[in-house]
């Protein structure tokens, strides 16, 4: 059973876009969720949904075995409304006719419809016969409607843009509504769960806090919890929300692996501590850490080996707290919907990500995953509602392997020492220059080359620091951070004056791909 009392059910024929979809859903404050087209009966069961969205993709509805819609959809007397192939997979089940675009008929970026009639759909948005831009990217096109269907708007390349059937409130527009370039489909996709849906648009953080709360105390009950904290935002609020719902029954552990920025550590045990009055335990494995990677310089082994000691002392504390049923985790709903996609994930190892995944299995613990239905900035505001520090809760990303993973070759404790200065100094100056929330993420690269220069009127023989800022809006490619020369030369200043060990810094202009924003 669904315990969000209105929601929107998105079936995803696998675009690249779905989840954007759900996010313009969620801003108009009504809940939402994405299954796949071939797995989504029981969801729609448990979800009792106000609408249905049916998603674009990839296929052409035209070829065998193509995606098609559950019949359920149909019989369900609910509104529909079909995004790109979603509005060609409603007309090819309604009784209408799709064919393969012609040389004519494709259209790809921008396009601008002409609207014929308006309705519900468009009210306070477009007006009849406006022209108005949108985002097009279909190969094939309706050339007939199904019955009871009429079209409200056209284009150059698809007299049947978007396309209607007011009696059964079913919807469909050949352009993606949900992007950015598409600047008026956001309010267009707000009409549809407000005025057609019905849906209030009440769903706000503090009504998720609530439902959080009362969702892990129902699994958790009487039973003992553990949550390994690391300083990030996603688990910092896992922790604080399931404190508040289970109290004392809630246990964090810290494992401190030595590969922190400066006074990161101390920061999180006093935040958790002291202010939230949380149970924590530090484990100082920072000897442990980094005895076992002295000397190691390929960046595949350091990630295995933190990796692997980040679970062996996790696990040794957690049997040490004994009696625990449950394991908490920071899971979001993007790591969700990635491992049902019926796509799939990406193929290629590029790095082996640092996390507590087999934890569970292992042993043999019940996950308790308060955030699995959040987006990240969502997560923030959730953690804002919480009363969470602006300065947890607006952080950049930080990678499970830390520091390790931005001293490219062999790591010690002298040139970790050197690599926090150098950082804390770097963030000092981007917070100063109020760029910190521009920036996805920023931080300094210690490099294993030492180049010559000249203080005073002696010769230096020292490192070399990299600097690397990047903008990206999900981590998954990202463009280099274009700073004032001025901003660049007055950090490279301070660090070479203030930082014992560097006498050069470097600016990294690469983007990702073909570069990774970390170094390793
Ligand atoms: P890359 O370097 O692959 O990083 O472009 C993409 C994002 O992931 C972060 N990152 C990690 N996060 N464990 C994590 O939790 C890891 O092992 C890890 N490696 C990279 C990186 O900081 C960036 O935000």
Same mark, same amino acid.
């Given at each position: 059973?669904s315990?969000?009392?209105?929601?929107?059910?998105?079936?995803?024929?696998?675009?690249?876009?779905?989840?954007l979809?759900a996010r313009?859903?969620r801003?108009a404050?009504?809940?939402?969720?994405?299954?796949?087209?071939?797995?989504?009966d029981g969801?729609?069961e448990?979800?009792?949904?106000?609408?249905?969205?049916l998603?674009?993709g990839p296929?052409?509805?035209v070829?065998e075995n193509a995606?098609?819609?559950?019949?359920?959809v149909?019989?369900?007397?609910?509104?529909?409304l079909?995004?790109c192939?979603g509005?060609?997979?409603?007309c090819?089940a309604?009784g209408?006719?799709v064919?393969?675009?012609d040389?004519?008929?494709?259209?790809?970026?921008?396009?601008?419809?002409?609207?014929?009639k308006?309705?519900p759909?468009?009210?306070?948005?477009?007006t009849?016969?406006?022209?108005?831009?949108?985002?097009?990217?279909?190969?094939d096109?309706?050339?007939?409607?199904?019955?009871?269907?009429?079209v409200i708007a056209t284009?150059t390349?698809?007299p049947f843009a978007?396309?209607?059937?007011e009696?059964?409130?079913y919807?469909g527009t050949?352009?993606?509504?949900?992007v950015a370039?598409?600047?008026d489909?956001?309010?267009?996709?707000?009409?549809?769960v407000?005025?057609?849906?019905g849906?209030?648009g009440d769903?706000?953080?503090?009504a998720?806090?609530?439902?959080?709360i &009362?969702?892990?105390?129902?699994?958790?009950?009487?039973? *003992?919890? /553990?949550? !390994? %904290?690391?300083g990030? +935002?996603?688990?910092?609020v896992?922790a604080?929300?399931i404190?508040?719902a289970i109290?004392d029954?809630?246990?964090?552990?810290?494992?401190d692996h030595?590969?922190?920025?400066?006074?990161?550590?101390d920061?999180?045990i006093?935040?958790?501590?002291?202010h939230?009055n949380?149970?924590l335990?530090?484990?100082?494995?920072?000897?442990l850490?980094?005895?076992?990677? &002295?000397?190691?310089?390929?960046p595949?082994?350091?990630? *295995?080996i /933190?990796? !692997? %000691?980040?679970?062996? +002392?996790?696990e040794?504390?957690?049997n040490?707290?004994?009696?625990?049923?449950?394991l908490?985790?920071?899971?979001?709903y993007?790591?969700?919907?990635?491992s049902?996609?019926?796509?799939?994930?990406?193929?290629?190892?590029?790095?082996?990500?640092h996390?507590?995944?087999?934890l569970?299995?292992?042993m043999?613990?019940?996950?308790v995953?308060?955030?699995?239905e959040l987006?990240?900035?969502?997560?923030?505001?959730l953690?804002r509602?919480?009363?969470?520090?602006?300065?947890?809760v607006?952080?950049h990303?930080?990678p499970?392997?830390g520091?390790?993973?931005?001293?490219?070759?062999?790591?010690s404790?002298?040139?970790?020492?050197?690599?926090r200065k150098a950082?804390a100094?770097?963030?000092d100056e981007?917070?100063k220059?109020?760029?910190?929330?521009?920036i996805?993420?920023?931080?300094?690269?210690?490099?294993?080359?030492?180049?010559?220069g000249?203080m005073?009127?002696?010769?230096?023989y020292?490192?070399?620091?990299?600097?690397?800022a990047?903008?990206?809006?999900?981590?998954?490619?990202?463009?280099?951070?274009?700073y004032?020369?001025?901003?660049?030369?007055?950090?490279a200043?301070?660090i070479?004056?203030?930082?014992?060990?560097i006498?050069?810094v470097?600016y990294?202009?690469?983007?990702?791909p073909?570069?990774?924003?970390?170094w390793?």
């Amino acid at each position: 059973m669904s315990d969000h009392s209105q929601s929107i059910l998105i079936i995803d024929f696998g675009s690249q876009v779905t989840q954007l979809i759900a996010r313009r859903v969620r801003e108009a404050g009504v809940y939402c969720e994405i299954h796949p087209f071939n797995n989504v009966d029981g969801a729609y069961e448990a979800l009792k949904p106000e609408a249905i969205i049916l998603s674009g993709g990839p296929a052409s509805v035209v070829d065998e075995n193509a995606p098609s819609v559950p019949d359920f959809v149909w019989e369900s007397g609910v509104p529909v409304l079909g995004i790109c192939y979603g509005q060609q997979a409603m007309c090819q089940a309604l009784g209408g006719r799709v064919e393969p675009g012609d040389e004519e008929g494709r259209e790809f970026g921008r396009a601008t419809v002409e609207v014929k009639k308006a309705g519900p759909l468009l009210e306070n948005v477009w007006t009849e016969a406006g022209h108005y831009p949108v985002w097009m990217s279909h190969g094939d096109r309706v050339t007939a409607l199904p019955e009871g269907f009429e079209v409200i708007a056209t284009s150059t390349g698809a007299p049947f843009a978007m396309i209607a059937n007011e009696d059964k409130r079913y919807y469909g527009t050949q352009f993606h509504l949900e992007v950015a370039h598409t600047p008026d489909g956001a309010a267009l996709i707000s009409n549809f769960v407000h005025k057609i849906a019905g849906c209030a648009g009440d769903w706000t953080m503090a009504a998720y806090r609530d439902h959080a709360i &009362e969702k892990i105390r129902e699994q958790v009950g009487d039973g *003992k919890v /553990i949550c !390994g %904290l690391s300083g990030g +935002v996603d688990s910092s609020v896992a922790a604080v929300l399931i404190h508040e719902a289970i109290g004392d029954q809630l246990t964090c552990i810290f494992v401190d692996h030595g590969l922190m920025r400066m006074n990161e550590a101390d920061e999180v045990i006093s935040l958790f501590r002291e202010h939230y009055n949380i149970p924590l335990v530090h484990a100082d494995a920072q000897d442990l850490f980094l005895g076992k990677l &002295e000397g190691v310089s390929d960046p595949e082994t350091k990630r *295995k080996i /933190i990796g !692997g %000691l980040f679970i062996e +002392v996790f696990e040794a504390e957690a049997n040490k707290i004994g009696g625990a049923q449950f394991l908490a985790q920071g899971t979001l709903y993007p790591d969700v919907i990635e491992s049902v996609s019926f796509t799939g994930g990406p193929s290629v190892t590029i790095k082996s990500h640092h996390n507590v995944g087999g934890l569970p299995e292992r042993m043999n613990m019940a996950l308790v995953e308060p955030l699995r239905e959040l987006f990240k900035d969502e997560v923030r505001a959730l953690g804002r509602e919480l009363g969470l520090p602006e300065s947890f809760v607006g952080r950049h990303p930080f990678p499970g392997p830390g520091l390790a993973i931005r001293c490219p070759g062999g790591v010690s404790r002298d040139k970790l020492e050197i690599l926090r200065k150098a950082d804390a100094i770097y963030l000092d100056e981007i917070r100063k220059a109020g760029l910190y929330d521009k920036i996805w993420q920023a931080f300094a690269v210690l490099l294993p080359v030492q180049t010559v220069g000249v203080m005073g009127d002696g010769r230096t023989y020292e490192f070399v620091c990299a600097l690397r800022a990047v903008t990206s809006v999900d981590g998954m490619t990202a463009d280099f951070y274009p700073y004032e020369m001025d901003f660049l030369g007055k950090a490279a200043t301070r660090i070479i004056n203030e930082v014992k060990g560097i006498n050069r810094v470097v600016y990294d202009v690469t983007s990702k791909p073909p570069g990774t924003i970390e170094w390793e």
